[in-house]
């Protein structure tokens, strides 16, 4: 039950807003119409009804007084001017239909009203005309017949009643919603503002604005927006420093190494120096994609077709197929390398790669598959950690140090978007990088 409740509920803040508006807005209108159908409007009906009655009594009254038919037109006249009464009399005659049950409110408190007042057998038709109730009342020496205005037996009050009720409730939720949606703007800049940052670009321009809840939350995220850049900065330059300073005394070891000759040894340091200089490439490469390059919109497909083609230079075998192309707020440069450290991979390992891209609903998704070994499903985590090798270890002949993959997913990332690792039907490895529009 609490699930399908849930269902049928608004997804928005706006739509729930409203929601706890109307919901006791209508709750009050239906109470507020049956208080005043069961207080106001029958009794108002009832009144109206037993002057009818009384109306009516009145002129039977009259014509008990007066026996003769011919002189009983004046009363007749009497009560067509100021009764609103059309009175005919049938003497001799007999009320033939039976007895009748009204169902509506106006005719049953009618009925009542003549059963208290004259207390003789009637019979209402509400049905022969359409603005005038008929009443045929049964008198010893005959039937008189009455015709009286629908006005008189009912309340004009109850159209007013009505249109004032559903008028006001209108009026209210206009008003309602043109606040709420006031209200619900600064949360959706919030949220978008948010999601933005999510995607690396550029949230400089927004302001707090709103209620005082909504300022404080704007205020909190312009706060954690400064504290996560103020960190990526520390952290670029820290890694661009140490890079950089480890980089003289390797070159002053490898002109050591040289200067060393064949000694015992010499060829393991070597390849510890090269794997150093690797990882401080790796290092280098992941400073300058997240601390320096700005967002900006980029064509994708010329940006595939230069990475395909220098994988092409290192020996590989790419097909690549772009579906369509799109548009997107991009690091160029780090999305570059994000795909030259996915493509170097592929290559690395498998002699056929192919690369698909094309939209997907909302976003952009470029597929990469191979032949190759591919990675156990139980390693396809742990290969975005920094470091990590498959092979368990560091040979710069057969590849970088173990953070290719860890920047191309911090990359994709940083973008907003999703980086998978499956098994390929080529029966390889699959890569699936999905990238918001």
Not at 4 to 11: A, D, G, M, Q
Not at 80 to 109: F, H, N, W
Not at 234 to 259: C, F, K, N, W, Y
Request: proline share 4%; aromatic share 6%.
């Amino acid at each position: 039950m609490k699930s399908l409740i849930k269902k049928f509920l608004p997804k928005s803040l706006l739509g729930r807003s409203l929601m706890i508006i109307v919901t006791p807005l209508i709750l009050l209108q239906i109470v507020s119409a049956t208080i005043f159908y069961e207080t106001h409007w029958d009794k108002v009906t009832l009144r109206l009804a037993r002057g009818v009655a009384g109306d009516i009594a009145a002129v039977i009254s009259l014509i008990r007084q007066e026996p003769s038919i011919e002189r009983r037109k004046p009363i007749f006249d009497l009560a067509a001017g100021t009764m609103q009464l059309a009175v005919s009399y049938s003497d001799a005659a007999v009320i033939t239909v039976s007895k009748s049950e009204y169902g509506d409110l106006m005719t049953r408190m009618l009925a009542r009203a003549l059963k208290d007042t004259i207390s003789k057998p009637f019979h209402i038709d509400a049905n022969r005309f359409d603005r005038f109730v008929a009443i045929d009342i049964q008198l010893p020496k005959g039937v008189l017949h009455v015709v009286t205005p629908r006005k008189r037996l009912f309340s004009s009050t109850t159209y007013v009643f009505v249109i004032w009720m559903v008028g006001t409730s209108l009026i209210l939720f206009a008003v309602a919603t043109l606040f709420m949606r006031n209200q619900v703007r600064p949360i959706r800049r919030l949220a978008d503002a948010a999601e933005n940052f999510g995607k690396g670009r550029d949230v400089s321009e927004f302001k707090p604005e709103g209620a005082t809840e909504v300022r404080q939350a704007a205020l909190a995220f312009m706060a954690m927006r400064e504290r996560i850049v103020r960190q990526i900065r520390q952290r670029t330059d820290m890694l661009a420093g140490v890079s950089h300073d480890l980089r003289t005394p390797l070159t002053r070891m490898r002109l050591q190494m040289e200067m060393m000759g064949k000694l015992d040894g010499a060829k393991d340091l070597k390849s510890d120096i090269a794997e150093m200089e690797h990882m401080l490439e790796g290092y280098l490469a992941f400073a300058r994609g997240e601390g320096t390059e700005r967002v900006v919109v980029t064509e994708l497909s010329p940006l595939l077709e230069i990475v395909a083609e220098q994988g092409r230079r290192k020996g590989g075998l790419i097909d690549l197929h772009i579906e369509n192309s799109c548009r997107m707020p991009l690091r160029a440069m780090a999305f570059r390398r994000c795909l030259t450290n996915i493509f170097d991979n592929a290559i690395r390992f498998a002699e056929h790669v192919t690369v698909r891209a094309g939209l997907r609903d909302d976003r952009y998704e470029i597929t990469i598959d191979d032949d190759g070994p591919g990675i156990p499903k139980e390693q396809r985590n742990d290969v975005f950690r920094p470091f990590f090798r498959v092979d368990d270890s560091r040979n710069p002949v057969t590849g970088g140090v173990g953070l290719g993959l860890t920047i191309a997913g911090d990359v994709v990332q940083s973008h907003g978007g999703e980086i998978n690792l499956s098994g390929s039907p080529n029966g390889g490895l699959r890569v699936r990088i999905c990238m918001p529009i």
